[in-house]
């Protein structure tokens, strides 16, 4: 049992801060929240989250959750996206710095993988290339730490790709608020 709890600890772990977000929203309703913090303390707890934790694998779910309840509590959803957004690049800028700083080299047997799909990925225009990665960036809910762990080492320039990490911030986030919204407007 033990061994089985430290193996699995990372899901368990984020059961449990699911759990402990719906049982808050379950409590509390989303007007509620907001009126607590303040529609202006809002954007900025946004803001925090997203620059802080942003769509990492473990924190996503907590900064969709914010995202969600905020603008349905009556925060400006499209002022949310832009603020949000701008917080997840500036979170995922970071997390970029940190990998092209921590990766000294790739052991061979990673060599001849990441050789293959540089190749995959050169064959194709880069306009193409930079549009995949606002799809994924900016409409799916893939954490951000995986896809910066693989621009990284796949040797992409971070000047190149910052403005797509702003647009898909704003994108993703900005889609998240008005979901939030209109969820709310149908239960509420």
Request: charged content about 10%.
């Amino acid at each position: 049992m033990l061994t089985h709890l430290k193996h699995f600890k990372s899901l368990y772990a984020v059961l449990v801060v699911l759990a402990v977000v719906a049982g808050v929203l379950y409590l509390y309703p989303p007007n509620t929240i907001v009126e607590y913090i303040g529609v202006e303390n809002s954007y900025l707890t946004t803001f925090l989250i997203a620059a802080i934790g942003g769509l990492s694998s473990i924190t996503s779910s907590v900064f969709y959750a914010a995202v969600a309840t905020f603008s349905s509590g009556g925060a400006n959803p499209y002022l949310l996206g832009l603020i949000g957004g701008i917080g997840i690049a500036i979170g995922d800028s970071i997390v970029f710095g940190l990998f092209s700083y921590g990766i000294k080299g790739i052991s061979a047997g990673w060599l001849s993988r990441v050789e293959r799909v540089q190749t995959y990925i050169d064959s194709h225009p880069r306009w193409t290339v930079y549009v995949g990665l606002f799809l994924i960036l900016g409409l799916s809910p893939v954490p951000n730490d995986i896809v910066m762990f693989a621009l990284v080492v796949l040797g992409f320039e971070y000047r190149k790709i910052a403005p797509i990490l702003v647009l898909a911030g704003i994108s993703i986030t900005t889609i998240t608020a008005l979901l939030g919204q209109s969820i709310s407007d149908y239960l509420f």
